[in-house]
Nanobody, 128 residues
Framework: QVQLVESGGGLVQAGGSLRLSCAAS????????MAWFRQAPGKEREFVAG????????VYTDSVKGRFTCSRDNAKNTVYLQMNSLKPEDTAVYSC?????????????????????WGQGTQVTVSS
C-alpha cells in the first residue's frame, strides 16, 4: 500500500511558476507509475501528466505541454510537477496518483480508474 501527500500549491500570478511535490510512503514506490490529475470547480477531474517507474517516459495533456514537467526521485520516494508560465485556466486542485506496474516500462494511461492510490490534493490558484 502507498500513501501519497501533495504539497507546493498556492496562489500565483499568471506567468508565474510553482513546483508541486508528492511524497509517497509505503513499500516499493519505484514499482509504481505516477500521474498528476487536476479538478477545477464544476469540472471533471482530468489527467495532466504521467511518468513511468524509471522516469524514462513522460506524457502530458496538450494544454500543459511545453509548460509543465513531471519528474521523480525514487531515492526520495517523491514525484514532482514543475509548472511554468501558469495561466488562470490552470487553477484547480492537483492530485497525484499511483498505479502499480512493476519495474516495467508500460505505457502511461490517462484514465483515472487505472490508478490505485490517490493523495488528498493541493490547491493551485492562478490570478490574472
Amino acid at each position: 500500500q502507498v500513501q501519497l501527500v501533495e504539497s507546493g500549491g498556492g496562489l500565483v500570478q499568471a506567468g508565474g511558476s510553482l513546483r508541486l511535490s508528492c511524497a509517497a510512503s509505503g513499500r516499493a514506490f519505484s514499482s509504481y507509475s505516477m500521474a498528476w490529475f487536476r479538478q477545477a470547480p464544476g469540472k471533471e477531474r482530468e489527467f495532466v501528466a504521467g511518468i513511468t517507474w524509471s522516469g524514462g517516459s513522460t506524457v502530458y495533456t496538450d494544454s500543459v505541454k511545453g509548460r509543465f514537467t513531471c519528474s521523480r526521485d525514487n531515492a526520495k520516494n517523491t514525484v514532482y510537477l514543475q509548472m511554468n508560465s501558469l495561466k488562470p485556466e490552470d487553477t484547480a486542485v492537483y492530485s497525484c496518483a499511483a498505479r502499480l506496474t512493476g519495474w516495467v516500462e508500460v505505457p502511461i494511461v490517462t484514465g483515472q480508474n487505472h490508478y490505485n492510490y490517490w493523495g488528498q490534493g493541493t490547491q493551485v490558484t492562478v490570478s490574472s
